[in-house]
C-alpha cells in the first residue's frame, strides 16, 4: 500500500508541474504578436483519471443502456459495463500477472464490448493502445451512431468518452454502412450525429438520402479533416433546423482545438478555439507568425497538448518547440473575428512552378459539380511545371473529363489548374474519413 501511495504521489506531483508549466507558458502569449486567443475563459485545471470521469454520473442511470450494436441489437447497461470493466481489469491483474505501466493492445471494431475492454485496461493501472483492426443527464436517452472507430481520437474522446459521462445511448457500427446508418438514424430518431467529411458528403449528395432520414437530427459535427460550406449546405438544404459545425483537433492535442457553435451560421470555420488554449498561424518560409486572413502552418498551444511521443524524443523534438507550440502540420489561417480555419495538409500541397496548390481547394470546387459523388486531388510529376493537379472522380452521372477540367478551371488562377482527370469507382479513405492520397498514386501513377 505504501508504494502505491508514493507512486500515486509522484504521478499528482508530475501532474502539478506539467499544470505549472502550461499556465506559464500561457501567460506569455499576452507578450507575443499575432497569437490568436479564445473567446471563452481559461478552463481550470481538473486532475481526474479517464475511468473516474467517466463513471461520474454512474448512479443516475445504471440502468440506461450504455451501447448496443446497430446489427444485432446486442448491447450492456451502464451498471453492466461498469461491472465488466471491474471485472476485467482484475482479470489481467490476477490472471494475466500485468502490472503498472504495461502496454495492452486494443484491436477491435466498434462492438458493445470496446468500453469495458478499454477502461477495464486502464482500471488495471496499464496502457491501453487501441489500433485499427484493419491492420491483420435526460428525462429520455438520447441515441447517437457511434460510426467513428473507437481507435480513433475523434471517436474515442468525442463520442465515447463525452457522450457515456451524459448517459447517452451508443449505437455501434463495426464499420461504416450505410443503409444501415441511415436506418439507424430513423429507428433511433437519432438527434446528434458526429461524423467525418466523407459521411457528410454522402448525406449531401446521395440521391437515396433524402429528408425524411434526417427529420430528427438536431445537430451534426464534423472534423477529423477539412469540410467545404458548400458540402455542409447541401446536407442543411435536406433539413434546415439542423445546426451544422465543424471542429478541429489532433490525436496530439488530445482530440480537441476547437469547435463551432451551436448558432453559427458560417460552415467553413472549425470555431473558436477551446478556453485557455491558442493558436498562431506560420509563414512556412521565414517561420513568422502572420495577421488574419493570411496561410500558413497551424501551430497551437495549451492543457490539452501532449507531453511527448513516447519513448521518441527525436519526433518531439520535431513538432514540439522549446516554448511549448506545437507544429500540426495543417495549413490555415484565422479571421479578425477569432475563427479559426482548416484548409489543407502542408505535405499534401501541390508544387506547381514553385506556387503552393491545395488539394483541398480543388477538391471543394469539384464536390459542388452535380455529376460528381466524390473526388480527390494529388500531385503527379510534370516536366514542365515539377507538379501538376491530377483529379480522381467518383461521377454519379456521365460527365466527360474535359467537362470537369472545363468546369474547375474556369474558378482558378492558371498554376492551379487540373491537368489530368481519371475516372475511380471509389476514393480510399481510411476509418476516419481522411483520403488515402498515398494509395492513390501508388495504384494509378
Known amino acids: ?125 496499464c496502457i491501453a493502445s487501441m489500433m485499427n483492426p484493419a491492420y491483420t443527464a435526460h428525462s429520455y436517452q438520447c441515441a ?23 448517459g447517452s445511448k451508443l449505437i455501434t457500427f463495426a464499420k461504416f454502412n450505410p443503409e444501415l446508418f441511415l436506418k439507424t438514424i430513423v429507428q433511433q430518431r437519432a438527434e446528434h450525429l458526429y461524423i467525418v ?24 459535427i464534423s472534423g477529423a479533416a477539412p469540410l467545404s460550406e458548400s458540402d455542409a449546405a447541401v446536407v442543411l438544404k435536406k433539413n434546415k433546423n439542423i445546426f451544422f459545425r465543424q471542429g478541429y483537433g489532433l490525436t496530439e492535442t488530445n482530440g480537441g482545438v476547437s469547435v463551432g457553435r451551436k448558432t453559427d451560421v458560417n460552415h467553413a470555420t472549425v470555431g473558436y478555439l477551446f478556453g485557455s488554449c491558442a493558436a498562431k498561424i506560420i509563414d512556412v518560409n521565414t517561420q513568422q507568425a502572420l495577421g488574419p486572413g493570411e496561410e500558413g502552418e497551424i501551430w497551437v498551444r495549451g492543457p490539452n497538448l501532449m507531453q511527448c511521443y513516447y519513448k521518441n524524443e527525436q519526433a518531439t523534438n520535431e513538432v514540439l518547440t522549446q516554448d511549448g507550440w506545437y507544429k500540426t502540420g495543417d495549413i490555415g489561417k ?47 510529376p510534370d516536366h514542365m511545371t515539377g507538379e501538376a493537379p491530377k483529379a480522381f472522380v467518383v461521377a454519379q452521372k456521365d460527365i466527360t473529363t474535359d467537362e470537369i477540367k472545363q468546369y474547375v478551371n474556369n474558378q482558378l488562377v492558371a498554376f492551379k489548374h487540373i491537368k489530368e ?15 488515402l492520397r498515398k494509395d492513390l498514386k501508388a495504384k494509378y501513377c
Not at 481526474?48 to 440502468?63: F, G, H, V
Not at 447517437?144 to 468518452?161: D, K, S, W
Not at 482527370?421 to 483520403?435: L, M, R, S, T, Y
Open 1 to 125: 500500500m505504501a508504494s502505491v501511495l508514493k507512486q500515486r504521489g509522484l504521478q499528482l506531483k508530475k501532474q502539478m508541474q506539467v499544470l505549472l508549466t502550461q499556465s506559464i507558458k500561457l501567460s506569455s502569449v499576452k507578450n507575443e504578436p499575432n497569437i490568436l486567443k479564445s473567446v471563452y475563459e481559461d478552463i481550470p485545471p481538473v486532475n481526474s483519471t479517464i475511468n473516474d470521469y467517466i463513471w461520474q454520473n454512474l448512479d443516475r442511470w445504471p440502468d440506461k443502456t450504455a451501447v448496443v450494436c446497430a446489427a444485432t441489437g446486442h448491447g450492456y447497461t451502464y451498471a453492466q459495463t461498469h461491472r465488466m470493466s471491474i471485472s476485467f481489469a482484475a482479470s489481467l491483474r490476477t490472471k494475466l500477472k500485468l502490472k503498472n505501466d504495461d502496454t495492452v493492445a486494443i484491436i477491435l471494431p466498434n462492438v458493445p464490448e470496446y468500453p469495458c475492454t478499454m477502461l477495464g485496461v486502464l482500471e488495471a493501472g
Open 334 to 380: 484565422y479571421d479578425t473575428n477569432k475563427y479559426l480555419y482548416v484548409t489543407d495538409r502542408l505535405k499534401e500541397l501541390i508544387k506547381v512552378k514553385g506556387f503552393q496548390v491545395p488539394p483541398a481547394e480543388l477538391e471543394t470546387i469539384l464536390r459542388t459539380h452535380p455529376k460528381i459523388m466524390d473526388c480527390a486531388v494529388i500531385g503527379v
Open 421 to 435: 482527370v481519371q475516372f475511380v469507382d471509389e476514393i480510399p479513405k481510411n476509418p476516419a474519413g481522411k483520403v
Open 197 to 220: 467529411p466523407p459521411m457528410v458528403v454522402f448525406l449531401g449528395k446521395h440521391p437515396a438520402v433524402t429528408g425524411e432520414h434526417l427529420q430528427s437530427v438536431r445537430g451534426i
Open 144 to 166: 447517437v451512431p457511434a460510426v467513428l472507430p473507437f481507435f480513433h481520437i475523434f471517436g474515442f474522446n468525442a463520442v465515447m468518452m463525452n457522450l457515456m459521462t451524459r
